[in-house]
Each structure stands twice: as C-alpha cells, then as structure tokens.
Nanobody, 123 residues
Framework: QVQLVESGGGLVQPGGSLTLSCAAS????????IGWFRQAPGKEREGFLC????????YYRDDVKGRFTISKDNADNRGSLQMTGLQPSDTAVYYC????????????????WGQGTQVTVSS
C-alpha cells in the first residue's frame, strides 16, 4: 500500500521557520515527483512547489519563492519542505502529494496524498 506520512506542522511566530517532512512508502521517489499544496479556510487547495523524480524544482507561486525550499532524499524515501520567514498568510493545512516523475500544480493530477498537517503562523 502506498502511503505518504506528513509531520512537522505546528504553531510558529511570524518570521519563524518550520520544516515539514513527507515520508513515502510503497513507491520509490527516484521516479516520483513530490508536490506541496496548501489550503486555507474557505479557499481552494493550491499547489506552490514541486520537485520532480529527477530532482528538478518548480515554483508555482511568487510569494513562497526565496522563503521555501524543497528537497528529497531518495535513499531515505523522504521529501522535505523548509519554510522560513513565515507570515500569517501562510497559515493553512499543508499537504504533500506524489505522481510519476513530472511536476505540475494541479491536485487532480496527483495519485497519492499525505494526511495534511496544520501550519499556524501567529503571535
């Protein structure tokens, strides 16, 4: 069974940092992209960052470029999202998702999903 298990969410102060983890099983991340999505209350789920099976990185939102960094460790079969300079507008449920090889920002194109983890940025 394919599983993506997320961890690392929580409460952080404005300007702070947080790292999310996405541990995969049942698939080999050498051949799968990991996309990151977030959904704030009352808003649609948006894809903002992705790393392809071969390690190429795609940014889909200007407001995370320069603050968020995506990576994956194929040997550990784990993806990571490093977030710095967090703002209240970043508050959302964050999801990792996976599909074969190639990145795109569309939720309907992804085969597997993590359970979601809440990130709250507040003083």
């Amino acid at each position: 069974q394919v599983q993506l298990v997320e961890s690392g969410g929580g409460l952080v102060q404005p300007g702070g940092s947080l790292t999310l983890s996405c541990a995969a099983s049942g698939i080999a991340l050498e051949e799968y992209a990991i996309g990151w999505f977030r959904q704030a209350p009352g808003k649609e789920r948006e894809g903002f960052l992705c790393i392809s099976g071969d390690g190429g990185v795609s940014y889909y939102r200007d407001d995370v470029k320069g603050r968020f960094t995506i990576s994956k460790d194929n040997a550990d079969n784990r993806g990571s999202l490093q977030m710095t300079g967090l703002q209240p507008s970043d508050t959302a449920v964050y999801y990792c998702a996976s599909r074969p090889i190639w990145c795109n920002p569309f939720p309907e194109h992804y085969n597997y999903w993590g359970q979601g983890t809440q990130v709250t940025v507040s003083s």
